[in-house]
């Protein structure tokens, strides 16, 4: 088995290359545990192709307590965009050929090119099987209502650039798909005069039915909405004065989860609070809710370390950092990566830590440890990640032979999720492959409008966290 793996990696290098990919690091090129991550590689990607209905589209889950995966009926955006990114990393590492892999881009892209969609964007849930926009959620029969969601479509449009950079015959269909994509349409432009409620910041969606948006934008900047910022900012359609007008922290005056130390800085001609956060002596940047997700699931495809050395080359390590203290010191539960997944019992919870988010009513690790953290983790702290990972399959048995690790473990009651989410297994996919093949996923947004709008700002970047 483990030679089959070691062979799969090697027949998988040039392809990678080809996709602009960097060397293995140094750590991982021990037969052992390259062998191991491959095999964890693998397995995810053999949980996404269970998710994938006949259309190329990735469902939001499947549940594995049975004989075989069953797969959920719904989709979303963001599940979709995670299917595609899976796709192109699984032909760069040598797990499908690249064959397969147009195969199954030109068959997710035609779909996608079908769904139904307003404003230019997709709607937020889709039947996988037909690609209908639901009206009621299968599980339940629930009112579904139609909606826009900024985020959401953010990490679809991720995927399809991916997977226009991986095959460049798509790229026409690609940029077709994004010409009316318009970030503008989710912005509200600053008005010094009414600042909440013209903030320079982007909606968190829009409601078609009544032609309303939501009553909140996206203001804290490190979380998973600053991907639709860069994507915006990047193609022209949103001003790069956006960026310095999302939250470091609140300001002083504002409640939140501790009161920032900081400065008032003007950047661009912006007038912002250079804030931060203090969590057992680190200086960092919290996120909104203290989740890892968060804070690193855009580092997975924008080098933003690389790109902003003062700045989110220094939190995010810091962050990763307070998520090990908290799971082994402060919770000691002696594992740690705390991120919102599916509750052990059933269901689905926000997991985090609640000191490095912003809101009052934070995020709670309870227990409940996440196994894709580590891979958004792994980039920075490879052996850590690897070390807890390996535990959990250990002591817990969260590992699913051929399929990859669950969604979650509650470590205090010895309970593991049935489920696996197309979401966080699309994270490890791309944690995963950002450590076998850096920069894999990372061609789409090293060059054009990113290399050009996105990382002069990302430059002038400075937390003030040393």
């Not at 048995?397 to 969604?407: P, V």
């Not at 049935?418 to 850096?438: H, K, S």
Request: charged letters at 20%; aromatic letters at 12%.
């Amino acid at each position: 088995m483990k030679r089959r793996t070691i062979l799969a990696a090697g027949a998988g290098a040039s392809a990678a290359l080809a996709l602009g990919a960097a060397p293995t690091p140094a750590w991982a090129r021990s037969r052992t545990t390259t062998a191991r991550l491959h095999r964890w590689f693998r397995d995810t990607y053999a949980s996404i192709e269970a998710m994938h209905s006949d259309l190329g589209l990735a469902a939001d889950k499947i549940d594995v307590s049975g004989a075989k995966p069953k797969r959920s009926v719904q989709t979303s955006p963001t599940n979709i965009g995670c299917g595609i990114w899976s796709t192109v990393a699984a032909a760069g590492l040598g797990v499908i050929s690249d064959r397969t892999m147009r195969k199954r881009l030109a068959g997710t892209v035609a779909s996608v090119e079908k769904l139904e969609r307003a404003k230019g964007f997709w709607l937020n849930w889709y039947d996988a099987d037909t690609g209908k926009v639901l009206t009621e959620w299968p599980e339940t029969g629930d009112e579904v209502r139609p909606f826009l969601s900024s985020v959401d479509n953010a990490w679809l449009i991720t995927g399809l650039r991916i997977a226009a950079a991986a095959d460049p015959s798509l790229a026409p269909r690609v940029a077709g798909l994004l010409a009316d994509a318009d970030w503008s349409f989710y912005y509200t432009p600053y008005d010094e005069d009414d600042p909440a409620q013209h903030p320079g910041q982007i909606h968190g969606g829009y409601w078609t039915d009544d032609g309303t948006f939501t009553g909140h934008w996206y203001g804290a900047l490190n979380t998973e909405p600053r991907m639709a910022s860069y994507l915006g900012i990047a193609d022209g359609s949103l001003p790069g004065e956006h960026y310095w007008r999302t939250f470091r922290t609140l300001v002083p005056e504002n409640e939140q989860e501790q009161k920032p130390e900081g400065e008032y800085v003007t950047v661009d001609g912006v007038r912002l609070w250079r804030g931060h956060y203090t969590y057992r002596g680190r200086k960092l940047i919290p996120t909104w809710g203290g989740s890892m997700f968060e804070a690193l699931m855009v580092p997975l495809f924008v080098p933003e370390g690389e790109w902003s050395p003062r700045a989110w080359g220094v939190t995010h390590k810091r962050y990763i950092r307070s998520h090990i203290e908290h799971g082994l010191e402060e919770e000691k539960l002696g594992y740690w990566g705390f991120s919102p997944a599916n509750i052990p019992s059933g269901g689905y919870s926000e997991y985090g830590v609640d000191a490095i988010g912003m809101t009052v009513d934070g995020y709670f690790s309870k227990g409940v440890v996440t196994p894709h953290a580590s891979f958004l983790a792994m980039q920075f702290e490879p052996e850590e990640a690897v070390a807890n990972l390996r535990g959990l399959t250990r002591d817990f048995g969260a590992y699913h032979d051929g399929l990859g690790f669950r969604d979650s473990v509650d470590v205090r009651e010895g309970t593991v999720s049935d489920f696996m989410l197309a979401l966080d297994q699309g994270m490890v996919a791309a944690g995963l492959a950002q450590v076998l093949r850096p920069g894999l996923l990372q061609k789409a947004f090293r060059s054009g409008g990113f290399a050009r709008n996105v990382r002069p700002l990302l430059a002038k970047e400075d937390f003030g966290i040393g």
